[in-house]
């Protein structure tokens, strides 16, 4: 399974840059689209793989765990992840405007922090929902303590998360206040 999910993401990275050096390089419109639409199928295939591997009654691992968070921050990463990847394309490879970095304490970083932030909230939540449907699937019951809990790998990685998103947004949004409003003169 840990292999699965290192295939899935090389591939991930393989269609995003093949979709944006045919659209920038090769000028292929239709072929970039294409390449570009595979990128989510990754997922899919990852997801197939696991619902594949439980149904043929394997033990729930941490790479089975695992496999539910990757596709919860690709569905939340995945579209901002691509338009970042195209703008730098399009800058490198097309002479497209540079890509702008919001200014550091500006009022667009602390929103750009938020949205970051958000974003994992989401891929934390997908996560967690896929990894219930697992435990659904797999029959466990609910632990009756931390240590138990602790032992899951399914109800671990559900831990891990929480202290991941919470982590996230003490090193990010919480204390970086409202930002500064730009003005001409700032820039």
Partial sequence: MIAAIFAAEAAFWVFLVAGLAARYLARQERLSSWLLRCVP?????????????LARGAEPTQAHALAAVY???????????????????????????KPDKPAKGSRAEVLALWREWLRVL????????????????????????????????????MSVLGIVTAIWFLAGPAFAGRGR?????TR
């Fill in 41 to 53: 199928l990754v997922d899919v295939v990852l997801v197939a793989l696991v619902a594949v591997d």
């Fill in 122 to 157: 989401l891929a934390s939540a997908i996560a967690c929902a896929l990894l219930l449907v697992m435990l659904a699937i797999d029959g466990s019951i609910v632990p009756g303590s931390a240590a138990e809990a602790s032992q899951h790998p399914y109800w671990s990685m």
């Fill in 181 to 185: 409003v730009e003005t001409d003169a």
């Fill in 71 to 97: 596709l919860g921050f690709t569905v939340a990463f995945g579209h901002a992840t691509i338009s970042w990847a195209d703008a730098r394309f399009r800058y490198w490879f097309n002479r497209g405007p």
